[in-house]
């Protein structure tokens, strides 16, 4: 008989169950597996797909679709996660009651829904200490919601807005003390920071790393945006960036340069794999179209590669 490859469906299969007490031996219709085979099969049996909330941004800002609309679609479609951006709460900036924020926890663990990241919108390259101060205490008063939530990271900005006349290093300063003061507090409540790259203040590999070690905080990482790096090879930056991500956007486009093309999911996810990650893929589709069916489409062709 002719020997077959052994295929990663069916070594999950067979270590599933080894793990209830049957013995795995290679046989003769299998290769003998490698750690390496193992080792694959682990990570990606630890990769698991949630939503980003901003792929309803229209829907959910014009009021024609709630959280708890949000979190029901993701419990029929079987997202295991969801990503609320803090503005997607009625009030923003100001932190909802808890009696909102409990309802929503309430609601995501009966739904068996975990929630990742809140998020928020903070902007630290203005040079004005005062007007930063306010934005760390945007920051601060969501790391307690996030906290209340349940949610085990807050989304911030390095920022954007200011255009005053500053080099990126003297800017990089200021910005990485604000951020390692929000990540002592938010320390102290169980939240990791999540600094996403947004083509903002920071647009490539190297800015990115470059203030990241700045930060040198064990309560940040990066919430890595690939669709982000307007560069010659963004799959080169996401690469580069990939062993700081402690979660991620997936995005249905990526930029070369300034031309958007489809994403290249198998590449994306075996950038994932290679570094190691464990965890959420959160999924984000932007633009024009209906957000049902691009994210029904996206969900589809992310599930494929896994």
């Not at 939240?191 to 940040?220: G, Y």
């Not at 999911?265 to 965890?279: H, W, Y």
Request: hydrophobic share 40%; proline share 3%; charged share 30%.
């Amino acid at each position: 008989m002719e020997r077959k490859n052994l295929n990663r469906r069916d070594f999950a299969l067979r270590s599933m169950l080894a793990g209830t007490g049957m013995a795995f031996l290679p046989s003769a219709g299998m290769e003998t597996v490698t750690n390496k085979q193992v080792s694959d099969v682990r990570k990606s049996e630890n990769l698991k797909i949630s939503l980003n909330a901003y792929s309803f941004n229209t829907p959910l800002r014009d009021g024609k679709m709630t959280l708890d609309d949000l979190l029901d679609y993701c419990a029929k479609e079987g997202f295991e996660g969801l990503d609320i951006t803090g503005y997607y709460f009625p009030g923003y900036p100001a932190v909802p009651s808890d009696e909102t924020i409990y309802h929503i926890r309430r609601k995501a663990f009966r739904l068996g829904i975990d929630l990742g990241c809140t998020g928020v919108r903070n902007d630290f390259t203005w040079s004005d200490p005062a007007k930063r101060a306010e934005e760390k205490k945007l920051v601060k008063e969501w790391i307690i919601a996030a906290h209340k939530l349940g949610a085990p990271g807050l989304r911030i900005f390095s920022g954007n807005l200011s255009k005053e006349n500053y080099s990126w290093d003297e800017k990089a300063k200021w910005i990485a003390a604000d951020i390692r003061e929000c990540a002592d507090f938010a320390g102290d409540h169980g939240v990791m920071l999540a600094l996403q790259n947004h083509n903002d203040f920071l647009k490539t590999a190297e800015e990115t790393e470059k203030l990241l070690t700045l930060i040198n905080h064990e309560w940040v990482g990066l919430m890595l945006d690939i669709g982000s790096y307007h560069t010659a090879d963004p799959y080169k930056d996401i690469a580069a960036n990939s062993k700081y991500a402690i979660t991620w956007q997936i995005k249905e486009k990526v930029f070369f340069n300034e031309n958007q093309v489809d994403t290249d999911f198998t590449r994306v996810l075996d950038i994932v794999r290679k570094c190691g990650f464990r965890g959420y893929l959160p999924l984000e589709t932007l633009g024009t179209g209906d957000p049902y069916v691009k994210v029904r489409d996206l969900l589809a062709k992310v599930r494929a590669v896994l």
